[in-house]
């Protein structure tokens, strides 16, 4: 029991346990006028959206990159915190219709701090559907 410290290791590893590795994954359902705050610890974020729904994130670090995938359970309008800055400064238009799936890449540019936004490079793909 207790902590290890060391520079090395022998053997194959095959019996540690307690190490996470792979990809972390959050899912959130948010209906009309609700804000999906995405969790910047999680690498890809599942978004099920119906009505009016806001897009904003909480921590983060800067250099960390995520994907958002965006899923339309019946009409949705899809909108994004002013901590997203898309290529030209425009925000994309997301598909509507039930059923349309975007997916949004993103990359912590700057982690807000305080009296410093946070900033996300982001990219779109719309309308997978």
């Given at each position: 029991?207790?902590?290890?410290?060391?520079?090395?290791?022998?053997?194959?590893?095959?019996?540690?346990?307690?190490?996470?590795?792979?990809?972390?994954?959050?899912?959130?359902?948010?209906t009309?006028?609700?804000?999906?705050?995405?969790?910047?610890?999680?690498?890809?974020?599942?978004?099920?959206?119906?009505?009016?729904?806001?897009?904003?994130?909480?921590?983060?670090?800067?250099?960390?990159?995520?994907?958002?995938?965006?899923?339309?359970?019946?009409?949705?309008?899809?909108?994004?915190?002013?901590?997203?800055?898309?290529?030209?400064?425009?925000?994309?238009?997301?598909?509507?219709?039930?059923?349309?799936?975007?997916?949004?890449?993103?990359?912590?540019?700057?982690?807000?701090?305080?009296?410093?936004?946070?900033?996300?490079l982001?990219?779109?793909?719309?309308?997978?559907?």
């Amino acid at each position: 029991t207790g902590t290890v410290a060391a520079t090395a290791f022998t053997g194959d590893g095959s019996a540690l346990t307690g190490i996470e590795i792979g990809i972390s994954t959050e899912a959130l359902v948010k209906t009309n006028g609700q804000t999906a705050l995405l969790n910047l610890t999680k690498d890809d974020h599942k978004v099920t959206a119906t009505g009016n729904v806001t897009i904003d994130v909480t921590g983060g670090a800067e250099a960390t990159s995520h994907t958002l995938r965006v899923v339309n359970s019946g009409i949705a309008t899809v909108g994004f915190s002013t901590y997203f800055l898309f290529p030209s400064g425009g925000t994309p238009v997301l598909p509507t219709a039930s059923g349309a799936i975007s997916l949004i890449s993103f990359t912590v540019h700057r982690a807000g701090a305080v009296g410093v936004s946070t900033q996300l490079l982001s990219g779109s793909s719309v309308n997978f559907s």
